[in-house]
């Protein structure tokens, strides 16, 4: 009885090691299969030698130029055939692509054949690992993230691509974008400001406010609008819009005729019509006096005799 209960693990102990290594090896090799597959389909999976190296977040303001660094390394000791360089927005690997260059030898120079409105062009060498590009004159619709690529054709067939991608912030001092006075269906008055910027610009007003005037503001990306309702006082109205970057201001000019002014809608009228018909005057005057033309000063004086007994 007792050598056989010292022989049963002896037998036994083989067995389990036996299953448990036959395990491991299974595990590796499926795990191994895996990892190849993954890697072939899916380039976005480090593999050993490649890496990128940009950053996090790129910030610049609107309407300058830009770039956006991006440098990486390959496990080829060299490389001299056809190079792809690609530049994407919104994700990885199936973005929309910006840019995109092909050089064919070490010797060629990256021919760009994609590149809206020529606004791209790569500051970097592919051939010495730098994928930067530029971007010119930078607008709000280029607010996004950006992914940098690398392909290797030929006897080589490699590539890579940034995983995170820089992130494209954009900044911007206050601009008044549009200021004036509208009349509502109730007919009264209100003045309306709109101004842009990043940060969101904080907008207020200035002028002769009555107790009784209130502010609507109304933000939108980067935009924000602000009403100042019930508008009584005459005078000027200015628009302060501020943020970290600066300030701008705008202003607009409102005055109320009353019922019993109509008369002097009708000198203002007049006023401007004479003057528009003393410009014309002086225009033609000029002109008769260069080119010395006899019938030119003859419609000059009909016009101003005319003029004088409309007057009159």
């Not at 950006?146 to 911007?172: N, P, Q, T, W």
Request: charged fraction near 15%; glycine fraction near 8%; aromatic fraction near 10%.
């Amino acid at each position: 009885m007792a050598s056989t209960t010292q022989e049963t693990p002896v037998a036994l102990f083989p067995i389990t090691f036996q299953v448990l290594a036959s395990a491991v090896n299974m595990y590796k090799n499926t795990a191994n299969v895996l990892y190849k597959h993954h890697i072939a389909h899916h380039p976005r999976i480090s593999s050993k030698g490649w890496s990128m190296h940009v950053p996090a977040e790129v910030t610049s303001e609107i309407g300058k130029t830009v770039a956006l660094p991006c440098t990486f390394t390959h496990p080829h000791s060299t490389y001299d055939k056809t190079l792809t360089a690609i530049w994407r927005v919104k994700e990885p690997y199936n973005g929309t692509v910006i840019f995109k260059c092909i050089a064919h030898s070490s010797s060629d120079v990256c021919r760009t054949t994609v590149g809206l409105k020529n606004r791209y062009k790569l500051l970097g060498n592919p051939r010495q690992n730098n994928l930067s590009l530029q971007i010119d004159h930078v607008s709000w619709n280029d607010s996004n993230r950006y992914f940098c690529r690398v392909e290797f054709s030929g006897d080589l067939h490699d590539k890579y691509e940034s995983r995170m991608g820089i992130r494209l912030h954009l900044i911007a001092p206050p601009r008044i974008v549009n200021i004036s006075v509208q009349m509502d269906q109730d007919h009264a008055f209100h003045a309306k400001c709109t101004a842009e910027g990043e940060p969101l610009p904080t907008v207020t007003w200035a002028g002769p406010l009555s107790d009784n005037a209130t502010s609507v503001s109304r933000p939108t990306a980067h935009h924000i609008t602000k009403e100042l309702q019930h508008l009584v006082l005459d005078g000027k109205y200015t628009c302060i819009a501020t943020n970290s970057l600066g300030h701008a201001e705008g202003a607009v000019y409102f005055y109320k005729f009353k019922a019993g002014s109509g008369s002097w809608i009708l000198i203002l009228l007049f006023v401007a019509l004479g003057i528009k018909l003393l410009a014309l005057v002086v225009i033609l005057g000029i002109g008769a006096f260069w080119k010395g033309g006899r019938y030119i000063i003859i419609i000059i004086i009909l016009i101003f005799k005319g003029s004088l007994q409309g007057t009159g």
